[in-house]
């Protein structure tokens, strides 16, 4: 706002000055209306443009002359009264001290609400319910361990109950687990592995890797020993390592091109095969082969008198 009142009073002071004083363009006066539109403070949103006036403006529903003079009634007078305040009330209390319609712990209390003593009725209410007579019969003891007679104290068991008594025994083949740290002996703690244990312990190459390590094409994927390489295969070992062959009635698939034998080239087909190989015999639809007379009404039939029987059952069904 400040800025605004300054920026009003440069312009009023330059407009004061003579006119041999001011350099100026034709260009630059111009802008002189934005920019002081532009240095004028912004109107507020919620602030009207124009003076409101009560009764300015007309009213949803049309009022009769009738209710624009009419008269109020007392009862119309009373209600239109506004509701007095109360004692307690004060103005501008913070929101804080509403509790949803109950009274706030933040008010402060008097001092005589301290001191107070309870009435007959509350202190009879504070009271805890008693139980039942009925509760009390039926649990006699106060404790839930059941009170012992002395005599069921020290019976004596017979043979049936010591015999019950006594604890089920292990089966004889039974195994205790196992301790779970095992007890490794020195020999096997300085023992020194084979080759083929050392070879054991490498881990599998998974699938998953892709991949082998580097290497000649011609080697295997695992190492093959020279005295597996130079080995004679038993006759046992020569017999399960021959494919299985296929059953003696095995036919192999036809070929899709299959060669015509020069003796069915030159075949002479017999008569009756001849008759079978000739297409049934169809009236061919052409316009010559079609009775155009076919669905021609005759003048009998458009000068014949129907019968009621016919007349009747011509009529549509009634639904």
């Not at 004060?90 to 929101?95: A, M």
């Not at 096997?188 to 592995?193: G, M, R, S, T």
């Not at 036919?251 to 001849?274: N, T």
Request: net charge positive; with cysteine; aromatic share 8%.
């Amino acid at each position: 706002m400040e800025y605004a009142c300054q920026v009003e009073r440069f312009w009023a002071s330059y407009k004061a000055r003579p006119a041999s004083s001011v350099f100026y363009s034709t260009a630059k006066t111009e802008t002189r209306g934005p920019l002081r539109d532009l240095s004028r403070p912004k109107k507020a949103w919620r602030a009207p443009d124009r003076k409101l006036v009560w009764g300015n403006q007309d009213t949803i529903r049309p009022l009769s002359f009738n209710a624009l003079n009419a008269k109020l009634t007392k009862r119309v007078e009373r209600l239109a009264e506004p509701k007095k305040l109360s004692k307690l009330h004060i103005p501008n209390r913070p929101e804080y001290h509403n509790s949803w319609g109950r009274g706030s712990i933040i008010w402060e209390l008097p001092t005589k609400s301290f001191f107070s003593y309870p009435s007959p009725r509350i202190e009879s209410l504070a009271e805890p319910k008693q139980l039942q007579e009925e509760y009390l019969q039926k649990r006699p003891y106060s404790s839930p361990e059941w009170h012992v007679k002395d005599p069921s104290v020290t019976p004596e068991a017979s043979v049936r109950i010591v015999q019950l008594s006594v604890a089920k025994s292990t089966h004889p083949d039974f195994v205790a687990p196992k301790q779970v740290e095992t007890q490794i002996t020195p020999a096997a703690l300085h023992a020194h592995p084979s080759l083929r244990v050392i070879s054991l312990s490498e881990p599998k190459v998974k699938t998953e890797t892709l991949y082998f390590e580097r290497g000649r094409n011609d080697l295997p994927i695992r190492p093959v020993s020279t005295a597996a390489m130079t080995a004679q295969p038993s006759p046992r070992t020569l017999f399960l390592a021959k494919a299985k062959s296929v059953h003696s009635d095995y036919l192999p698939v036809r070929p899709v091109q299959q060669p015509v034998s020069r003796a069915a080239l030159k075949y002479v087909p017999s008569p009756r095969i001849e008759v079978l190989s000739t297409p049934s015999a169809r009236t061919p639809l052409t316009v010559n082969a079609i009775n155009l007379d076919a669905f021609k009404v005759k003048d009998a039939a458009k000068v014949a008198v129907c019968s009621p029987r016919i007349v009747k059952l011509a009529e549509p069904i009634k639904r």
